[in-house]
């Protein structure tokens, strides 16, 4: 027996799931590459190689981990979905399991998972960068201090996500 209404109320959650991973994703790159000292970029023109290998091998694990992702959610949506979803949308729940678990929530876990390969290299790279600086004294305008500082907003925005994907996963399996 179909919830009524719940294919719209996962696509929302779905698409607001994937605009907060993007963004906690995104951000997390940023950080990881002020840390290294590039504070701006220009997404139109070349950049410091640096930068540029970051993003690559960015770009690289996305569409590595994109396939396996949409496997696992595609997997688990038909195993879980289309007897909640009822009808809905379009008179076929199938096509309900496959607008959300096989197009949109890949993304989302896509992005989660280079996000979170991104915050550990991060912390790894903080981390060693205070350590040879330890004997130093540090100024009050010290960028590392700004850095660890933002650092900690990670925290913010990864507990939105676990928290949003919570709902998300709950709502589905009531």
Do not use: C
């Not at 994703?25 to 930068?51: A, C, S, T």
């Not at 688990?76 to 379009?90: H, I, N, Q, V």
């Not at 096989?102 to 960068?129: D, Y």
């Not at 907003?153 to 996500?161: D, I, P, Q, R």
């Amino acid at each position: 027996m179909g919830v009524q209404g719940l294919f719209w109320i996962e696509l929302g959650l779905g698409i607001a799931l994937l605009l907060l991973t993007a963004k906690a994703h995104g951000r997390q790159i940023r950080l990881e590459r002020e840390l290294e000292g590039y504070m701006e970029v220009d997404f139109r023109k070349d950049n410091p190689p640096w930068v540029e290998a970051l993003w690559r091998k960015d770009r690289r694990r996305f569409w590595i981990t994109l396939p396996v992702a949409i496997v696992a959610t595609s997997v688990a949506g038909l195993l879980t979905l289309p007897s909640r979803f009822g009808t809905e949308p379009l008179g076929n729940p199938i096509l309900g399991v496959v607008v959300l678990a096989g197009l949109l929530w890949p993304f989302a876990v896509t992005f989660t998972s280079n996000g979170i390969q991104s915050v550990a290299r991060h912390r790894k790279a903080l981390n060693e960068k205070t350590r040879s600086r330890s004997n130093q004294a540090h100024d009050p305008m010290d960028p590392y201090l700004s850095i660890r500082s933002a650092a900690r907003g990670t925290l913010l925005f990864w507990g939105s996500v676990v928290g949003l994907g919570a709902i998300a996963i709950l709502v589905a399996l009531s």
